[in-house]
Every structure is written in structure tokens, then in C-alpha cells.
């Protein structure tokens, strides 16, 4: 719903200016009567939503989703889906009943467009994830930054810098990759496999260049996303590397019990 505040509405205008109505109250609304928009034009890949789910594990729901009247999604469908797949049966909500058709389209858009005109400021970021690492309470993932990324955002080179983002993960990363993985980077091939020396000369040119170690090729392909902003793909099931590492992890937390999260934490 949508109230009028305390001041005065222009008197030519038949309803207060927009600056001057709020929205509210948050509702709890079941997930599923929470519908998408079906022309949504915001993807968001597996790697995010794993992002999101992390975040909602750790601070809860900080944003509510904003619905039209109807109850259908303004802005928030991948916080939806990342609540959908943590066991969520509630979300919280709040409701432009008296927005018109045009400002509803309009703002999907317009909310996902502002969000990609900010800039980070290099020197504070850096001041602020060295700080977050050094109070080592809680895991680095909960930024959505890798270890790599941060590495290159505080200066890779400096081996204290390294070492604290090591410190701050609470658990041993598992490697993304697995032994017979074979990684598609544009026209090159990257497997995984132990070495192995052909037993013929002749047959060296034609053996792809392999690393042994699942983590070296973690960092191979993580640095290869940062260098041309493309996503290696897994051969036989063509997916990207963020999609293989969502569904990875998340098969990894199932082997370990984790449960459904309530809503109301």
C-alpha cells in the first residue's frame, strides 16, 4: 500500500508527487504467490544466485521484493529464486498498489540500470576488504568476490595480502574442477588429467595441454574470466564455469546436511 506523508501535495496535481508517498508496510507473502514477470530482461547466472544464497544465509533478507498490485515482481526475482532454493516458504514484501502499468515496466528497468552506473573507489575498496579480512569473522565469500579477484583488487604481489584472504575463509575450498574435466576457453582446450608422456614423438603435437592439479586449473580459468570477461565452458555438458561451481558447492552442502533456512531468522 501506498500512503501519503505529512506534507502538502502540489494543488495542482490530483495525487501527491511521487517524492511525497512511501511504500509499505513489509508483508509476508508465501513464495509462491510471488509470480515472475515472464519478460524480466535481468538474467542472473548460477554463480549470482549461489551469491545470494550465501548472503541470505548469513544476513538474512535485507531487501524486501517489490510487487505491483497483482502480487507480481517489480524487483527481486533473484532474490526470489536464491529464497526458493534455500526451502523458504515466506518472503518478505512490500507493494506499489498505485503505480501505474508504465511506472511499473519503467522501474524493472530502471533499477537494474542505476545499479550498473556506480563506480568503486579503488583506494577505499581496498582499505574496506583489508579491513573485513583482518577482523576474520566472517567467510570472504559473503562479498561476492573470489579469493582471485581479491588478490588483484588489494595488489597480488604482496604475500600478506594473499595470506589474509586465505585466513578468512572458515573452511578448505574445494576445487571447482575434477580430474577429466576438459575446459573450453574460446578455440583452446584445457583438460584436467594427471600428465602423461606419448609413447610415440609424432603423437606430442597432437596431445592438449593438460594441468594436473584441479586447483591450477581453477586459477587458469579464474584468471582467464578476469582477463577477457568470457566464461570457460565444460565440454560434455556446456555449461560456464560459474554454473559448474554453483552446482558443485551446492552438491557438496548437500553431502554435508545443510537444511532449509526459516525466513523469519
Given at each position: 500500500?501506498?500512503?501519503?506523508?505529512?506534507?502538502?501535495?502540489?494543488?495542482?496535481?490530483?495525487?501527491?508527487?511521487?517524492?511525497?508517498?512511501?511504500?509499505?508496510?513489509?508483508?509476508?507473502?508465501?513464495?509462491?504467490?510471488?509470480?515472475?514477470?515472464?519478460?524480466?530482461?535481468?538474467?542472473?547466472?548460477?554463480?549470482?544466485?549461489?551469491?545470494?544464497?550465501?548472503?541470505?544465509?548469513?544476513?538474512?533478507?535485507?531487501?524486501?521484493?517489490?510487487?505491483?498490485?497483482?502480487g507480481q515482481i517489480v524487483c527481486g526475482h533473484a532474490r526470489v529464486e536464491a529464497a526458493g532454493r534455500l526451502g523458504f516458504r515466506e518472503v518478505p514484501t512490500i507493494a506499489a498498489t498505485d503505480w501505474s502499468q508504465?511506472?511499473?515496466?519503467?522501474?524493472?528497468?530502471l533499477d537494474n540500470r542505476l545499479g550498473e552506473l556506480g563506480e568503486w573507489d579503488e583506494d577505499?575498496?581496498?582499505v574496506e576488504l583489508s579491513a573485513i579480512i583482518e577482523i576474520d569473522e566472517l567467510p570472504i565469500d559473503v562479498l561476492a568476490w573470489d579469493a582471485a579477484e581479491i588478490d588483484l583488487i588489494l595488489g597480488g604481489d604482496d604475500q600478506?595480502?594473499?595470506?589474509?584472504?586465505?585466513?578468512?575463509?572458515?573452511?578448505?575450498?574445494?576445487?571447482?574442477?575434477?580430474?577429466?574435466?576438459?575446459?573450453?576457453?574460446?578455440?583452446?582446450?584445457?583438460?584436467?588429467?594427471?600428465l602423461r608422456y606419448p609413447a610415440q614423438p609424432e603423437?606430442?603435437?597432437k596431445e592438449p595441454y593438460s594441468i594436473a592439479f584441479p586447483a591450477s586449473v581453477d586459477a587458469v580459468l579464474r584468471h582467464w574470466i578476469l582477463s577477457t570477461g568470457?566464461?570457460?565452458?565444460?565440454?560434455?555438458?556446456?555449461?560456464t564455469f560459474s554454473e559448474v561451481e554453483a552446482r558443485r558447492t551446492g552438491e557438496s552442502a548437500d553431502r554435508d546436511g545443510s537444511s532449509p533456512i526459516n525466513c523469519r531468522n
Open positions: 500500500m501506498i500512503d501519503k506523508l505529512a506534507a502538502t501535495p502540489n494543488a495542482n496535481s490530483k495525487s501527491p508527487p511521487a517524492a511525497e508517498r512511501r511504500l509499505g508496510p513489509v508483508e509476508y507473502r508465501p513464495i509462491h504467490s510471488v509470480t515472475a514477470y515472464a519478460g524480466n530482461a535481468r538474467r542472473h547466472p548460477e554463480k549470482q544466485l549461489a551469491q545470494l544464497m550465501g548472503s541470505i544465509r548469513e544476513f538474512g533478507f535485507t531487501i524486501p521484493i517489490l510487487v505491483d498490485r497483482n508504465a511506472q511499473v515496466q519503467a522501474y524493472r528497468l577505499s575498496l581496498k600478506g595480502d594473499r595470506a589474509g584472504v586465505a585466513k578468512a575463509r572458515r573452511e578448505p575450498v574445494q576445487p571447482v574442477t575434477r580430474f577429466g574435466d576438459l575446459w573450453l576457453l574460446g578455440k583452446y582446450e584445457l583438460p584436467c588429467a594427471p603423437h606430442k603435437a568470457k566464461e570457460p565452458v565444460l565440454a560434455d555438458t556446456h555449461e
